[in-house]
């Protein structure tokens, strides 16, 4: 059976069953638009800042240390994000969303916000590391809320801030800093901000699993790979190099890996699911 036969035959199988469409996507389905991935080749842990470890740059405990530099370094990943545009890949989940709508849910890595400017809706688009756009105050319960646009998306990677920059960047609160709502390897995932159980209920529910674009390098994409796997449900894995999401993939009953990159196979899913 070649590879379009076989996706033909496990997209059916999910559409009879009960149970959302869960498509699970990372840095690899914006590649192609452009922004680096973390741990590939031009990939943020790989070159990150000129003085730091990259991965140290993404804790807490180094943003209470400098957060004038961890603020800046995200200022310039945010200009990054934002000179991107949606690819192909993204416009086709927006077209699987226009025909399974409430059967459709997205959980992604990515905090770069391109799933949203391509359409996803919010509702089913569960941003599990948080959005580089967004930012909120060390409450608890914090208010999330966008980056004021006073602060350039121009964001060159020397830039310093400037008092204007420090005084947006305050807490709403009065004092101290607001801090970018992305998840750092320091923090846990929870509800309130990351949608953890969510995105664990629809991993107990779904009817297929779509791998796009990941290593398999963070837990709570890791328990949903393993809860597919385990269930029996059609999961594929969609991506150029071998991972622990490949190798869970080969070894399920319904598992299928498509080698490649996500503006080949996506599209080519979402139309043997209806769209
Ligand atoms: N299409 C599909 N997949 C691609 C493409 C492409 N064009 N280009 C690269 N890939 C794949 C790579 O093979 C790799 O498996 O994308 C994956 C990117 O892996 P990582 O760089 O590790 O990114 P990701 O898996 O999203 O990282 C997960 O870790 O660092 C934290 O919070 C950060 O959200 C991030 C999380």
């Excluded at 033909?8 to 991935?37: D, K, Q, Y």
């Excluded at 070159?47 to 800046?72: C, D, H, K």
């Excluded at 226009?98 to 992604?108: A, E, I, Q, S």
Aim: proline share 5%.
């Amino acid at each position: 059976m070649d590879a379009d036969e076989r996706i033909a035959e496990l997209c059916a199988t999910a559409l009879e069953r009960e149970g959302p469409v869960v498509f699970l996507t990372g840095a690899g389905i914006s590649a192609e638009s452009g922004v680096p991935t973390f741990r590939g080749a031009e990939g943020y842990w790989k070159i990150g800042s000129t003085n730091y470890q990259p991965e140290a740059l993404a804790t807490r405990v180094a943003f209470e240390q400098m957060p004038e530099e961890i603020w800046a370094w995200y200022l310039y990943r945010r200009g990054v994000c934002r000179a991107a545009r949606p690819n192909a890949a993204h416009m086709a989940l927006v077209s699987v969303e226009k025909v399974l709508g409430d059967r459709f849910l997205l959980v992604t890595q990515n905090v770069d916000g391109l799933h949203l400017r391509a359409g996803t809706t919010a509702a089913r688009c569960y941003q599990i590391h948080g959005n580089i756009d967004f930012m909120r105050c060390e409450d608890e319960h914090p208010r999330v809320r966008e980056v004021p646009t006073s602060i350039s998306v121009d964001w060159p990677k020397a830039r310093k801030l400037s008092e204007a920059d420090r005084a947006a960047l305050s807490c709403c609160g009065g004092g101290g800093w607001s801090r970018p709502h992305v998840l750092w390897f320091d923090e846990s995932y929870d509800e309130e901000l990351f949608r953890f159980e969510s995105a664990m209920n629809a991993g107990a529910r779904a009817s297929m699993l779509v791998v796009i674009g990941t290593s398999g390098a963070t837990t709570l994409p890791s328990h949903l790979v393993s809860i597919a796997a385990h269930r029996g449900i059609p999961l594929i894995v969609v991506g150029p190099d071998d991972s622990p999401f490949t190798r869970a993939a080969y070894g399920a009953p319904n598992g299928l890996v498509l080698k490649g990159t996500a503006g080949e196979w996506v599209p080519v899913l979402s139309r043997a699911l209806g769209a």
